[in-house]
């Protein structure tokens, strides 16, 4: 069983996978982007920029598929 597990680990290491560097155009799609280096380690001023991003990207995201077709009808009447 010991033998199985250390050629398991072996093997793993041989392949082992590593996350994408995350670049400004899906800078919404994840939250991560806040913990990585390309933020954490940034100048107040690009940290402000990949925020920025980040929001247009999460509104965009909101703009292209409307709350209202979540119910099927317009809510705009009820709001």
């Known amino acids: 069983m010991m ?9 793993m290491r041989l392949a082992e996978a590593r ?5 400004m155009k899906n800078a919404g799609d994840y939250q991560e982007i806040f ?3 390309m933020f954490t380690e940034a100048t107040p001023s690009e940290q ?3 925020m920025l991003a980040s929001a247009r990207a999460r ?5 292209a ?4 077709l979540y119910f099927g009808r317009d809510l705009c009447e009820e709001l």
Request: aromatic share 14%.
């Open 3 to 11: 033998v199985a597990l250390a050629i398991a680990k072996f093997v």
């Open 19 to 23: 996350p994408a560097e995350p670049d």
């Open 35 to 37: 913990r990585h280096p």
């Open 48 to 50: 402000q920029k990949i």
């Open 59 to 63: 509104y965009d995201d909101e703009m």
């Open 65 to 68: 598929y409307p709350w209202d």
